[in-house]
């Protein structure tokens, strides 16, 4: 039998229980499981260890590679991109060969593909979600100097993000790192994007027996349109006066509700000083996920740490202003209300859902319920009601 060569990351599976000397297609291995996929160039299968779930691509040994180590060096600059976990090269395969090598990345859990989004019979409602995620998911990959090459609606996953859409891409083969991107590079992307989308939008549209003239053509320009209002707005330079620092703590500010970090601040005297020019590095767009995992170990999604944010501060102003401590009071809110909580949505689940997805959808009922009343509605009360009316979840804006 021939043997691979591997490279398996710390903290997984090692991978050799699998038939690496047969062609990915053909294998029947009992931990096999089948999850929808876009439109890919290359074979794609799932394998399932326990409760984690990988993704195996086999693909060319340069373009194996490539995907790899990028995804990596993605992953270290806190990119929405998927963990790379391995890479398997068939050394008794002509490396240029489209089985010479294979990809394994961890899938993410509850996350689904564009076709089971657009499909759905809501995507109307979900469909300026969409617009705002994917032009996020570029923005970001750009701050960090990543070249697509091939965005696409079949290159990402998508997962319910409180009342959004969180995107990650999951296909780098095409990806080039750089420090920077310059302005032609990020419009090349941009214009690959555009007509991958339309492309993606059209077979959508030929597959439910529609004319071309039916499908959404304009996704892909609109998603275009979002990220250059975005990009302008995060890179702007701001003019301020020698008094005026506050305008400093209002840009953070502005950038933090966006969702970004504010990784460096510069200040460059300019018109023979009697102006600055604020110049602000934006960092990840991660803002709310990290400030939620500093104050209570909560992993959640930016848009879900936002939310639930404000569900440890709703608790905050429940207890006397003297009695506050925001380390201690993140902790009492986290043992007293969010685990049990949690623990009771779990259980009335069947293993499918997102635990704290449901928990973001519960705050909103919570939210929706108090208004209607012209009261805060407690939890107990609240949940029960949400329960009753059978967890609904939270309606597109």
Known sequence: MSTPHLTILPGNPDFLDLPWSRPLASW????????????????????????????IKELPVRYARNEFTSLRTLEERDAPVVEAVGLVERGWIDPRDEGSATVITRY????????????????????????????????????????????????VLYRYDAAALDITMVDGETVE????????????????????????????????????????MDLGAEVAHRYERLWEELKRDWLIGPNESYRITERVARLNELGFEAAEVELEPVEDGRRLRLKVEVGGRSYHRHRLSQLTSIQATENQARQILSDLRYHETKQAPSAVNKAVAAIKWRVGVFEPMLADIESRLDGSGDPVQLYCDFLHHRFTLSHDRGRDVPNDEAFTDWVAAGMPGQPPP
């Open 28 to 55: 029947e291995v009992p931990n096999l499981v089948d999850l929808p996929t876009g439109v890919h160039r290359h074979v794609v299968r799932f394998v399932a260890y326990g409760d984690r779930v990988y993704a």
């Open 108 to 155: 993410l859990d509850y996350a689904f593909s564009y076709r089971e989004l657009i499909s759905g019979g809501d995507f109307g409602s979900r469909r300026s979600q969409l617009l705002d995620g994917f032009a996020g998911l570029l923005v970001e990959l750009h701050l960090r100097g990543c070249f697509w090459g091939d965005c696409s609606l079949s290159n």
């Open 177 to 216: 790192i750089h420090d920077v991107l310059s302005a032609g590079q990020r419009r090349a992307d941009l214009e690959t994007m555009i007509i991958n989308v339309a492309g993606g939008m059209a077979d959508i549209a030929a597959e439910a027996g529609r004319d071309i003239d039916e499908a959404d």
